[in-house]
């Protein structure tokens, strides 16, 4: 943990206040929702409350500061000098409020998410159970559960159960059941719809552990499908394995994105892959690196990213493969072991 600070300071340009609760928990192991830390040349502050202050207590290499009330005020109070702070994540009335209080604050973006990016051998292990766990997830819920003649949102509630019974510590986040053309709604949340034989259905979904998350997608068939469904199937299995093929550290994410992008725009579906081909996963759902056709980030050993090229036809159907890998010298890790042919649920 010290260790993390020791390389946040490397990057700095002046002292930090961190006030994003993830980006405390990665650099401190304090998770609480209310804290900030201050990164300065010769020594690290941890600012919280009662609630938290014997834990924070115990970490070593910062010191633990109580605050007496609303943390924001107690910081305006007390603190003086110059301070970037992170902008893309405290509220605008908090600097404000800092400012007022005499602060001179320096935007900054992206420093703490910087060094999340690349995991450590432990992130790694925790990201590696999450999948193991995934998998038996997707396993027994092809087997066990029924689909058709039940809402989406049952079938959704049995994937929080399964990750329960199979040791996650949580959901990653409320999965996502998308049959037919709820399918088509790549966010689609899971609703009353009553699942239907011979559809496709979109399961998204992924769980927590050891803080860490994975985040599946896979399209299954309650029934024989028409050529056009088997036909944008395959479509995006062939971009999502040029997509996994195409990563390696030292290519950006615009170029994943293009290179899985290119197989469905050279297909009848071509246009219907309406967002980016993936994103970073580690302590949130959505970090750096990101895979899209706006990206500018690179891939580095260490990062681990989702890749999940898609097909929508609004009104109709959606389908999405979505695997979680980790970012090599020469390639990709790949823990995913649930298959990616197309599975049929009754
Ligand atoms: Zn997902
Ligand atoms: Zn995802």
Not at 7 to 20: A, D, F
């Amino acid at each position: 943990m010290n260790d993390r600070i020791a390389r946040l300071r490397n990057l700095l340009e002046e002292p930090l206040l961190v006030t994003n609760p993830v980006n405390v928990l990665y650099l401190t192991g304090l998770d609480s929702s209310n804290v900030a830390l201050l990164v300065e040349p010769d020594r690290a502050r941890l600012f919280t409350d009662f609630r938290y202050i014997e834990s924070a207590r115990a970490i070593e290499g910062v010191e633990a500061v109580q605050t007496m009330r609303s943390l924001i005020g107690w910081l305006a109070e007390e603190l003086n000098g110059r301070f970037g702070f992170e902008a893309s994540v405290l509220p605008w009335t908090f600097a404000e409020q800092l400012r007022e209080g005499g602060l001179d604050l320096v935007p900054r973006t992206g420093l703490v998410e910087q060094l999340r990016a690349v995991k450590d051998e432990g992130e790694l292990e925790a990201f590696r159970r999450a999948c193991a766990i995934t998998d038996r997830m997707f396993e027994r819920l092809v087997s066990e559960v029924k689909f058709v003649g039940r809402r989406e949102r049952d079938v959704a509630w049995d994937t929080t159960r399964l990750y329960h019974e199979e040791g996650a510590d949580e959901p990653a986040f409320e999965s996502i059941v998308g049959s037919g053309p709820t399918g088509a709604l790549p966010h689609a949340r899971a609703g009353d719809r009553v699942i239907e034989s011979g559809e496709l259905v979109v399961v998204d979904t992924g769980c927590r552990v050891g803080g860490y998350v994975s985040d599946y997608t896979r399209t299954l068939a309650t029934g024989e499908l028409d050529a056009e469904l088997s036909e944008a199937y395959d479509v995006v299995l062939a971009a999502q394995q040029a997509g996994l093929e195409a990563i390696r550290a030292g290519v950006t994410g615009k170029d994943a994105d293009a290179t899985a992008r290119a197989v469905i725009d050279g297909s009848p579906f071509a246009g219907a892959f309406g967002h980016g081909l993936g994103h970073g996963l580690g302590l949130d759902v959505h970090e750096a690196p990101r895979l899209s056709t706006e990206s500018s980030d690179t891939f580095a050993a260490g990062n681990v990213v989702t890749v999940e090229p898609g097909v929508y036809l609004p009104g109709r159907f959606g389908i999405r493969i979505e695997d979680d890998v980790v970012v090599t010298d020469d390639g990709i890790e790949n823990p995913v072991r649930f298959t990616k042919e197309l599975v049929a649920v009754s």
